[in-house]
């Protein structure tokens, strides 16, 4: 692992590392908050997955979460969202598929299989590596993300409620197998038969029977991808019709930036902290 | 005034707006924060100058100043370090002087003169705009900045105690006259007789007469330009001498960046509140 920057910050430190990720078969850069701690203690991790077109940075620069991982004695992490290098196949016009559009899935098919596995390495390789490296514990994990990443902590939280305790999200795709920016996505890095979707969907998820505790999702009601991307009244359903606890906060007038990110972070991490202990 | 964006954050709006400024002889882009406020009440004004190579938007991204200044009821306006434009003569290879170093002052000197003007843009062009558009309160105005930003705020208090009720800093830049990256800076934009670079100096100003009531100052231990930039023992030194008041809180560990800035920001912001009511 190799540092690129540790910069004090509201007490503790916030980082930018880079290593080679087995699973996506190139080097990757993620960012870890680590607050102030007693020697020798062990802090909650919360995962943060990002959005389209976003990396590690976006969150760190304008998420204003340290503030709150500092108070709270939570370690924060920000993977990048999608394999990145001159190797690694991209289309790089469209936004909505390839580089900085993972998907947090792992891809079957040539040519993306061989690089974009980003669900084993948000499981496997960073866990991994992280627990090296900062004083994390690991019984003690949650996961959130906006839009694309609320999606995916969405996902990996229903498909591993032993690894993740708590799960959140800002203004998550709710069912991207119906959604006009995910579907072709999904197509390319899964194929054609939707039946192979359903594990990457997380309204799908629910009806074929993954639980979770609880969610909590804030959601903006001038976000322009509301009505054709976001739909978060699908996960209201399917949550209602599974029994899973969901508690969705429509924000009257916020759109779908890091305005409204920032705005719901310190509830968002102070809710997490609640219940990680 | 053209409006570039504007996004509910923090309750309030963050807006980025574009006008051609006559003192700087060209279009100039700047953020303002308006927090959430009862109808027809006006807020108190905090100015925030940024430092060298910045623009309004570092400040607006990293700045973590939403939150606090929502809280308190602060309108926050971030102008940018300079004027910029195919006509504005710069010295694009060099950071320290140009485009993006502005140094609050009001060039003399050709080919300069005609558009390093920011002085009287932030005392007149700016203040005049932002009161017809928003609801500032002109009798609580208070000043700040980050680096050259924060000299800047230095001098500019001194000089207009009437107009700035309140002054802190990040980091400031105490002694431009001296400083390495600060003295060719000056000669350039105000010619080589150096007692008019006096008016821009905020320990010569303190020297030559000036007063205010009290300066706030965080400065970071581990900030690189600690010893042959910024120098906040000269400030420390003129304020003793001339009565000052100045609280200055040397930070341990904490470096130049946003990271130190973002760290103390509520801080600065509720210090202002508390005195301009």
């Not at 190799?2 to 590392?17: D, F, M």
Request: glycine share 8%; with cysteine; hydrophobic share 40%.
């Amino acid at each position: 692992m190799e540092t690129l920057s540790a910069q004090k910050s509201h007490g503790g430190v916030q980082g930018v590392y880079r290593h080679v990720s087995v699973s996506c078969a190139c080097p990757m850069t993620f960012a870890v908050y680590v607050p102030p701690l007693p020697e020798n203690k062990k802090a909650p991790v919360l995962w943060y997955l990002s959005g389209l077109t976003c990396t590690h940075a976006n969150v760190m620069d304008k998420g204003e979460y340290r503030a709150a991982a500092a108070k709270y004695g939570i370690i924060l992490v920000a993977p990048d969202t999608s394999p990145r290098g001159e190797n690694v196949p991209d289309e790089p016009d469209n936004w909505q598929f390839g580089c900085g559009a993972g998907f947090y899935l792992d891809a079957t098919q040539p040519p993306f299989a061989s690089h974009y596995r980003m669900e084993s390495y948000i499981l496997d390789d960073l866990p991994a590596l992280v627990a090296a490296h900062f004083p994390v514990d690991p019984t003690r994990q949650g996961i959130f993300g906006h839009s694309m990443g609320g999606h995916g902590a969405l996902t990996l939280a229903l498909k591993h409620p032993d690894r993740f305790k708590t799960c959140s999200a800002f203004a998550p795709i709710t069912q991207p197998m119906t959604a006009d920016w995910s579907k072709g996505a999904l197509a390319k890095y899964l194929g054609s038969d939707e039946a192979s979707w359903r594990a990457y969907d997380a309204t799908a998820l629910i009806e074929d029977g993954k639980r979770f505790p609880e969610f909590l999702v804030d959601q903006g009601t001038a976000d322009p991808f509301l009505d054709n991307g976001l739909r978060p009244w699908l996960l209201e359903e399917a949550c209602a019709k599974a029994n899973i606890p969901l508690t969705l906060n429509m924000r009257e007038g916020y759109d779908h930036s890091y305005h409204f990110v920032s705005t719901f972070m310190a509830e968002h991490v102070a809710w997490h902290a609640a219940r990680l202990g």
